[in-house]
């Protein structure tokens, strides 16, 4: 279920996006692929004739993922929220620092050139081999699988200095021995998330999309189940840092590594149905490693710096756990919170937006390219714009909803919604970076997305550390947040300038334009909300569900009826678009 709180923190490393004609897959290796729900939301793009013909196709493919993706985080909300109630804040951001291991260091082993260069290069393979590809695929995955193992046993093998060095020396012997006991549990989970994505990678090649978008759904089944086994045997437990049990350790931890492996033997039928057998093949040499090493640099490139960041703010962040702060698990629970809505909206608009930008940028029409960015940026803002405010006015009631109950009590809910405060802020540059960087990707432009990462991960990890110095440490995750959020409008404003002088005029001034009365409208809407929210009992700090429930309804609606008469009152042409969109997918 863990990973690093995200793939690449300003952008998702997916690799070079394909011409149009050559139908080529991209594969996002996230949180849907993977099982691991500290990641960025799926953004794949069907192929244009991977096993599917027309328009037809393809739409069927976009539907089956985007249900799945849809399913999936509705039943992984569900599950992070049992995971606070079963642990509380203490032991749980002792669980979720041990969580993010794996997903560091998969994401170095292989996530980040898995979308990149393998399985673009599967494609190539199989089209050219007389064989479809089908002994390149299994040599390719017989050495994966066997440099994962290796990789995985001595991971878990230096596991104290890991989490030594993940924790720091602030904080208690007590805490970091148990992030160290749940890390020898969960590391194997490496092993099981590198074998869930290369399966899934061999089955998106292959035209098929259904199972790697739904197996993830199975993790969070069985991890469900775990929470609801360790709720009914150790609830009754004063759990704490300091005396929790030795066999609540193996519930949780074995718990959390079967729904990994459930997932990944959840993928083997679809490999069946698909017409491939998985045998045995050791022939490295064959592969051209040194091919692979070479495409692959720039992505490595961009996935360390990335993984740097995470590795800092978890640090950053351990200090605090078990202090009464929030801390690991309550900014993760709201960096999840951020990329619901990016996923919902912004991977919408990439998805959609991505072929025509690479077909035009392939044929050397870049105003096409640039009008494309242009449109998706007014259409992601003015779509965005009042969730962001929804989670700025709300935050206290949607963390009440969302994660109060069992261990994780009133006070800690009400700390997360602080930060789920400071992330409305993050929502709209998120996007508009992401935007950024896939029209990058369709200029053919891994190199200069790398090369941007560089000084967006060096603000992201200054800002990290500026706030941490500057704030008071209860206020720990809300400054990692707001580092968070700087870094990615730091990624927008570096990675438009870029593409400014590759592409050429940007129409910038009519996106301003549209970007201010976008803006207007989201702060008439959030100030109708918080004078309603401040009327309600309460007001903006509720003590339980019934009136965060309350609030949430008056509040939202408010907010969601205001910002759309302003809106269309200021003439913002792209509400209307949105509305129409939504429509007719209703429809659909």
Request: hydrophobic share 55%.
């Amino acid at each position: 279920m863990n990973s690093g709180l995200y793939r690449s923190a300003h952008a998702s490393p997916d690799g070079v996006p394909p011409r149009a004609e050559e139908g080529v897959t991209l594969i996002s290796v996230d949180a849907e692929v993977t099982g691991q729900d500290q990641a960025l939301p799926p953004e794949q793009v069907p192929p244009a004739d991977g096993g599917t013909t027309g328009d037809g196709g393809t739409a069927g493919n976009s539907a089956v993922m985007a249900i799945g993706s849809l399913v999936s985080r509705i039943i992984g909300f569900a599950r992070n929220a049992l995971i606070g109630m079963a642990l509380g804040a203490g032991v749980g951001d002792a669980y979720t620092s041990a969580q993010f291991l794996p997903g560091q260091i998969y994401e170095l082993l292989l996530g980040g050139i898995l979308s990149s260069v393998l399985v673009p290069l599967l494609v190539r393979r199989r089209k050219a081999d007389p064989d479809g590809g089908l002994e390149f695929t299994r040599k390719l995955l017989t050495f994966a699988a066997v440099s994962l193992g290796i990789a995985t046993v001595l991971v878990a093998v230096a596991a104290p200095l890991i989490t030594w060095i993940q924790s720091g020396d602030d904080t208690t012997t007590a805490y970091r021995n148990l992030v160290t006991h749940f890390a020898y549990l969960i590391l194997p989970i490496i092993f099981f998330t590198g074998l869930s994505a290369l399966i899934g990678a061999v089955l998106n090649v292959r035209g098929h999309f259904a199972a790697p978008m739904w197996a993830p759904i199975l993790n969070n089944v069985v991890v469900i189940a775990v929470c609801g086994v360790f709720i009914l045997f150790f609830s009754s437990d004063d759990l704490s840092v300091t005396n929790i049990s030795g066999s609540a350790i193996l519930v949780m931890g074995l718990g959390t590594l079967l729904g990994m492996v459930v997932q990944a033997i959840g993928l083997l039928p679809a490999l069946r149905k698909v017409g491939f057998s998985w045998k045995w093949r050791w022939d490295p040499r064959s592969l051209g490693l040194g091919e692979i090493g070479r495409l692959a640099g720039w992505m490595l490139c961009y996935v360390a710096a990335n993984q740097i960041a995470v590795f800092v703010v978890v640090r950053i962040l351990n200090q605090v756990a078990g202090k009464g702060s929030a801390s690991t698990l309550a900014f993760n629970n709201v960096f999840l919170l951020t990329m619901m809505a990016h996923g919902i909206v912004g991977v919408s608009v990439m998805t959609a937006l991505l072929p025509k930008m690479s077909a035009a940028a392939a044929e050397g029409r870049f105003s096409e390219v640039s009008a494309d960015l242009s449109r998706g940026i007014r259409l992601v803002s003015a779509a965005l714009a009042p969730i962001a405010v929804v989670y700025g006015v709300l935050g206290a009631p949607i963390a009440v909803m969302l994660f109060q109950g069992g261990k994780f009590t009133n006070h800690d809910a009400l700390a997360t919604g602080d930060v789920l405060v400071v992330a409305a802020f993050a929502v709209l540059p998120l996007s508009i970076s992401y935007l950024c960087t896939y029209a990058f990707y369709s200029l053919q432009g891994n190199r200069t997305a790398a090369l941007i990462n560089l000084p967006v991960v060096a603000v992201r990890i200054g800002a990290y550390f500026a706030l941490a110095a500057i704030l008071d440490k209860s206020l720990s995750a809300v400054g990692m947040t707001a580092g968070n959020a700087i870094s990615y409008l730091v990624s927008a404003l570096i990675s438009l300038a870029v593409l400014r002088r590759q592409i050429g005029r940007l129409n910038l001034g009519a996106v301003a334009v549209s970007l201010i009365k976008v803006l207007v409208a989201a702060a008439v809407a959030a100030g109708l909300g918080i004078l309603v929210v401040h009327l309600l009992p309460g007001a903006g700090a509720p003590d339980g569900r019934g009136q965060a429930i309350v609030q949430l309804i008056a509040g939202g609606g408010v907010i969601l009826l205001t910002y759309l008469v302003a809106a269309t009152a200021l003439r913002v042409r792209e509400v209307s678009d949105v509305v129409g969109m939504v429509r007719r997918k209703v429809g659909r």
